[in-house]
């Protein structure tokens, strides 16, 4: 949902609402320990300077027995404006992440490119043959003696 929201900020809306649902859920099932189907329930959600406002419509305490409906309002709106918080840093981290990670690729271009004109010439990547975790783990004797052609013996290293 993340990258939709990225590309489209109105669906912030949606996914707040869609969080809400799932903080009611979990609040109630952590004060009763039954889950409530929240087909029906349609929060109102509302951002108001960077505060969440929202209204439960369709659950009252007669519909939920003993649980303290104020302790649910109040814990869905602290995880939900939580959620806000989080997925809006989150759009910046990412923002800013993929700046830094362009930055690194350019210099990295950059001091390949110098080393080139320098008259460095690349070597062949490295081979390394893939093994299962069985063959990983089976000895020092195993991996020594079904290693590929052309790939080093690694028995010193493991012991003889």
């Known amino acids: 949902m993340l990258p939709q929201v ?5 669906l912030l809306e949606t996914a707040v ?32 300077d960077g505060k969440v406002d929202l209204t439960l419509n369709g659950i009252g305490p007669e519909d ?7 302790a649910v ?12 918080v989080e997925a ?9 992440t993929q700046y830094e990670l362009d930055f690194e690729g350019d210099v990295l271009d950059a ?3 110098g080393f080139q004109s320098a008259g460095w010439a690349s070597t062949e990547a490295t081979n390394i043959a893939v093994r299962t975790s069985a063959e990983v783990h089976a000895g020092p004797a195993r991996l020594a003696s079904n290693a590929a ?12």
């Open 88 to 96: 809006l840093a989150l759009l910046a981290v990412t923002a800013a």
């Open 73 to 84: 309002l109040t814990q869905t709106v602290l995880r939900t404006g939580r959620f806000v």
């Open 64 to 70: 939920l027995g003993s649980l303290q409906f104020d």
């Open 149 to 160: 052609p052309g790939v080093p013996k690694f028995g010193g290293l493991f012991g003889k």
């Open 6 to 10: 990225a590309s489209n900020p109105g």
């Open 17 to 48: 609402k869609d969080a809400a649902r799932g903080n009611v859920s979990d609040v109630i099932f952590e004060q009763t320990a039954k889950r409530v189907k929240l087909a029906g329930l349609q929060p109102a959600v509302k951002l108001n």
């Open 111 to 113: 001091i390949v490119g």
